[in-house]
């Protein structure tokens, strides 16, 4: 018997979804030689200390299946840069989850608590993971569009906000610091989405791996949701190792929050990976535990670089958006003749060899983002320098 299989085997619930832009832009890169400005990885590895714990690790034989909730030293060490940075305490042994970088915590959560029809409050642009993985619970997402104000800071309308919760709403996701535009929430904005997730009764699920990315000129420093009066007991924090210790590639990322909902994501989680990245985990619990002055170290020099990046950008004649946060800078491609990103991005590499990622494809209303594209200044500062030179004949 033959098996019939039809040209687009995909679930219909996936099929929307094509090559993520971070693949199709990274392989643009490679394919012309271009500069990546795009996928948002840095070019130098992260802190020795931790780069040396992995290889001990390995060497010393962690190469089993870690326990299914992460290791117990990456679990306390989770729950101590909690409590040091944030003043949150958790119970490193029901509280905390390791997973495979926050996309699964972000998934894992999502799955968890979401029946099919419910609904997901979250901003757009959105992390492009977070459609993928309502739709696979089979929800449906309720966006509220940020938009660059007058100064050029993006904000969202309140009165949207709050038409966007509803009968149906289990949970709001909010990326803060966020990507792609950079933007930190404020204490009025978070004040509002705590409250109305206590008006409507339902969670939060925080994506916070950026949280050590704030610059000193952003109108806010970074205060996760769940420090809110009311929050924590309906907070499920997310977040990563890889922004902050500089290791995209390993994955390493957790779920913090009160038990249920914690366990909720774990019994979700160990059907996905079950676990991940046994030498790894040891090693990122040593980053945790480094002192303060790694973490506004790495947050100056990023700081540097993108005030460098930035004015290149500017230079280039670019319309540059403020960003406060994150690896990641946004400009409008209106002033060089652009009118639609995704067409301006893939010409990119040919007209002067940059490789950025248009913003529309993180919208539903893609009208909001058709002219912004975005920027990762997580690279060392020749690249930079380079790429600038290389968009300054973009107007030329
Ligand atoms: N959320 C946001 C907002 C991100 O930018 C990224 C990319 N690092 C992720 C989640 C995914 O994180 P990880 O690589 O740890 O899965
Ligand atoms: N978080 C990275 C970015 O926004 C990319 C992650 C990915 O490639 N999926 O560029």
């Known amino acids: 018997m033959t098996t019939s299989i039809p040209a687009d085997p995909l679930v219909a619930r996936m099929r929307p979804f094509g090559t993520t832009i971070f693949s199709e832009m ?15 990885f840095p070019d130098t590895d992260g802190p020795a200390e931790m780069l040396a714990a992995a290889a001990d690790a390995l060497r010393g034989g962690a190469n089993q299946y870690p326990p299914l909730p992460g290791i117990p030293a ?20 029901t509280e905390v989850v390791v997973t495979a970088g926050a996309t699964e915590a972000v998934a894992a959560t999502i799955l968890a608590l979401c029946e099919p029809g419910d609904e997901v409050v979250c901003f757009e642009p959105y992390y492009d993971s ?45 990326n803060s610091p966020h990507n792609p535009t950079g933007k930190v929430f404020t204490a009025a904005e978070l004040g509002l989405i705590a409250s109305l997730c206590q008006e409507h009764d339902v969670y939060a699920v925080t994506d916070e791996v950026y949280e050590h990315l704030v610059f000193s000129d952003a109108a806010s420093p970074h205060v996760p949701l769940a420090t809110l009066p009311g929050m924590r007991e309906r907070t499920v924090r997310i977040s990563s190792a890889g922004k902050t210790f500089s290791c995209t590639g390993w994955k390493i990322g ?19 990976t079950f676990v ?39 230079d280039a004649g670019f319309g540059v958006l403020p960003s406060e946060g994150t690896y990641f800078v946004t400009a409008d491609i209106t002033p060089l003749g652009g009118a639609d990103g995704v067409e301006f991005c893939r010409a990119l590499p040919e007209r ?3 490789v950025a990622v248009p913003t529309q494809v993180f919208y539903d209303h893609q009208d909001a983002g058709r002219r912004l594209v975005r920027f990762a200044f997580c690279k060392r500062r020749s690249v930079i320098d380079d790429a600038a030179q290389r968009l300054r004949t973009l107007a030329s």
């Open 352 to 354: 002067c060899g940059v």
């Open 74 to 93: 990456l679990r306390t060490a989770v729950a101590a840069h909690e409590e040091r940075f944030w003043g949150l305490t958790r119970d490193p042994d």
């Open 254 to 272: 957790w779920a913090t929050g009160p038990a249920a909902l914690v366990s909720a994501t774990t019994r979700v989680k160990q059907f996905l």
């Open 276 to 314: 991940n990245g046994a030498p790894l985990q040891p090693a990122v619990a040593v980053a945790l535990g480094l002192p303060d002055a790694y973490f506004t170290g790495f947050r100056d020099g990023l700081q540097a670089r993108r005030d460098h990046l930035v004015a290149g950008l500017t």
């Open 26 to 40: 990274s392989a643009l890169a490679v394919r012309t030689g271009a500069v990546n400005l795009g996928q948002g």
């Open 130 to 174: 977070y459609a993928a993985s309502i739709a696979l619970a089979g929800a449906v997402r309720r966006p509220v569009t940020l938009r660059p104000g007058p100064d050029g800071r993006y904000r969202f309308d309140e009165g949207r906000l709050r038409e966007a919760f509803g009968p149906r709403t289990r949970l709001v996701l909010l």
